[in-house]
């Protein structure tokens, strides 16, 4: 007799499914045209490569899968993982899904709740990017005009401030440590820029649940 799986063992079944499986369609891209073509890569400049970024992002890595998952929930994190872009897109959506429902991202509720919303931002990308492929050689004129260059860089920060003053107004006792080190990094050290961005997520996110931590013991909080 068949037995039957309980939500949270069939997301568990399907994520690692399609996540391995994405896994093997990664890589059986260069390797068929490695194939078809009768090339390989220069191995020693690849190794040296992997050695110089790949610890980097195995370490990054695993600091997003400590500090997304408890906050995307089990599908959700299954679905932002094989579709990307989580903290610019899928982590927004699914936050705001889940404050809007009151509901926390652990509970059957919101585990529903911020799949749904991950996989609806991940359906209206894929169509939009559809969209602007069609569209990109009419639009470019428009996209590309100096008035409204201004608009288009300040798309994140608006969205991202937005989200901010939202989780800052329910606790400021823990928003202002990472607010602070952000505001140190970025301001004293040339090397931090947009494209350090994606790294410093899980790193505020790993040293705001210390400083929460800190805060609890002593009875700030």
């Known amino acids: 007799m068949k037995k039957n799986l309980s939500y949270m063992d069939s997301v568990h079944r399907s994520g690692r499914i399609w996540n391995l499986s994405v896994m093997v369609l990664l890589l059986a891209f260069p390797l068929t045209v490695a194939v078809l073509f009768s090339v390989s890569p220069d191995w020693g400049a690849l190794g040296m490569g992997l050695l110089a970024t790949a610890p980097m992002y195995w370490a990054v890595g695993a600091i ?11 599908g959700g994190s299954y679905l932002s993982f094989v579709t990307g ?9 699914a936050i705001n899904a889940l404050e ?27 169509v939009i990017i559809l969209i602007g492929v069609i569209c990109i050689a009419p639009l470019t004129p428009i996209l590309e005009a100096p008035v409204l260059q201004p608009a288009f ?41 947009s494209g350090t961005v994606g790294i410093m997520v899980p790193v505020s996110a790993v040293f705001t649940i210390a400083v929460a931590r800190i805060l609890y013991k002593r009875g700030v909080l």
């Open 85 to 93: 872009n989580i903290s610019n897109l899928k982590l927004p959506c």
């Open 100 to 126: 809007q429902n009151e509901v926390s991202a652990n509970s059957e509720e919101g585990e529903i709740i911020s799949t749904i919303a991950i996989a609806t931002s991940s359906i209206v990308t894929t």
């Open 153 to 193: 860089e300040q798309i994140l920060p608006a969205l991202f401030g937005g989200l901010g003053v939202a989780f800052v107004s329910k606790n400021w006792k823990i928003a202002v440590a990472p607010i602070l080190l952000m505001l140190v990094l970025f301001i004293f050290i040339s090397a931090m820029n």
């Open 64 to 74: 997003e899968t400590v500090t997304f998952v408890p906050m995307l929930g089990a």
